[in-house]
């Protein structure tokens, strides 16, 4: 199982982007799947998480600017990022539980990560 994470890149405090992460190999399903950030010489930390059914959490210093989302047909998870502030200058990373068998237990991936740059 591999996941590809992809939309980072440099944007001005107040702007916006949308992060994607397609996960693609041996998946029967997905449970839970999570953005995480990792700022330099900062751990990394869960920015936001969606369980299969749509159920959302969010990081405090998140809430009311990032939205998560999933497309379970596609295996694909979503995090639109808006009013944006240098703060939230990382590496993103994307997460999820999978099962490649009806019967297997649930293995957690990781992404490669995705660079947000956001500008004063």
């Known amino acids: 199982v591999q996941l590809q994470a992809s939309g980072g890149g440099l944007v001005q405090a107040g702007g916006s982007l949308r992060l994607s992460c397609a996960a693609s190999?041996?998946?029967?399903?997905?449970?839970?799947m999570r953005w995480y950030r990792q700022a330099l010489g900062k751990q990394r930390e869960l920015v936001a998480s969606v369980t299969r059914s749509g159920s959302t959490n969010y990081a405090n210093s998140v809430k009311g600017r990032f939205t998560i989302s999933r497309d379970n047909v596609k295996n694909t998870v979503y995090l639109q990022m808006t009013s944006l502030k240098p703060d939230d200058t990382a590496v993103y990373y994307c997460?999820?539980?999978?099962?490649?068998?009806?019967?297997?237990?649930?293995?957690?991936?990781w992404g490669q990560g995705t660079l947000v740059t956001v500008s004063s």
């Open positions: 997460n999820a539980d999978v099962s490649s068998r009806p019967t297997s237990f649930l293995v957690n991936y």
């Open positions: 190999g041996s998946i029967f399903s997905i449970n839970a």
